[in-house]
């Protein structure tokens, strides 16, 4: 059985910092995009960071640039997202996804095979 699990939510003060990790199981992902995606209370599920295969390719949402680093250790099949200077708007509920296509077509797509159950992350002010 196919399994992706976020782990590393929680509540937070703005300009602190989380980090989520998802570890993958069933099968192996080294061959997958993956990536983070999130949506909050009332919105659309929006695509945060993406990372290739090879993790030689990173895209991040504007929003998010320069404050989240994705990587991934395909040895341990997991996924992290390091979250810095948090604002309350990046409060949501956190999805990771693995998709067996290229890295810039699941975050254009959100077309992923596989999603995590999420992990809520909330960001006081």
């Known amino acids: 059985q196919v399994q992706l699990v976020e782990s590393g939510g929680g509540l937070v003060q703005a300009g602190d910092s989380l980090r989520l990790s998802c570890a993958a199981s069933g099968r192996t992902f080294s061959s997958a995009a993956m990536g983070w995606f999130r949506q909050a209370p009332g919105k659309e599920r929006e695509f945060v960071a993406v990372?290739?295969?090879?993790?030689?390719?990173?895209y991040y949402a504007d929003s998010v640039k320069g404050r989240f680093t994705i990587s991934r250790d395909n040895a341990k099949n997991t996924v992290t997202l390091r979250m810095n200077s948090l604002k309350p708007e990046d409060t949501a509920v956190y999805y990771c996804?693995?998709?067996?296509?290229?890295?810039?077509?699941?975050?254009?797509?959100?077309?992923?095979?596989?999603w995590g159950q999420g992990t809520q992350v909330t960001v006081s002010s």
């Open positions: 996804a693995a998709a067996f296509r290229p890295a810039q077509a699941l975050a254009l797509t959100h077309h992923s095979d596989y």
């Open positions: 990372i290739s295969w090879s993790g030689g390719n990173t």
